[in-house]
């Protein structure tokens, strides 16, 4: 089954910005919803995006108007782009990939840190 692989998390002062990527061992193309997904310490896993495979688009309210997630299905490859980053924002994000024909596959997850 396809494998997914983030990266591009790291150290950043509020205000600032990063780019995920999340990419795939296979092709995307068919796969209905890719999404970030996030988890800050002794919290939940909780939504961040996704994006389906006609690419309809959907937020968390608290990443509205600041996060874009986006898909290159040529590149099986999706990116979230974060800007304001808020404190608030420090947590594991993992991109996930979610189809009818198998279980939520997840990522390792990139650490996201948002200093004050």
């Known amino acids: 089954q396809v494998q997914l692989v983030e990266s591009g998390g790291g150290l950043v002062q509020a205000g600032g910005s990063l780019k995920l990527s999340c990419a795939a061992s296979?092709?995307?193309?068919?796969?209905?919803?890719m999404g970030w997904y996030r988890q800050a310490p002794g919290k939940q896993r909780e939504l961040v995006a996704t994006i389906a495979r006609i690419g309809i688009t959907n937020y968390a309210d608290s990443v509205k108007g600041r996060f874009t997630i986006s898909r290159d299905n040529a590149k099986n490859t999706v990116y979230l782009q974060m800007n304001s980053l808020k404190p608030e924002d420090t947590a594991v994000y993992y991109c996930?990939?979610?189809?009818?024909?198998?279980?939520?596959?997840w990522g390792q997850g990139t650490q996201v840190t948002v200093s004050s």
């Open positions: 996930t990939a979610l189809h009818p024909t198998f279980s939520p596959v």
């Open positions: 296979e092709s995307i193309f068919r796969i209905n919803t």
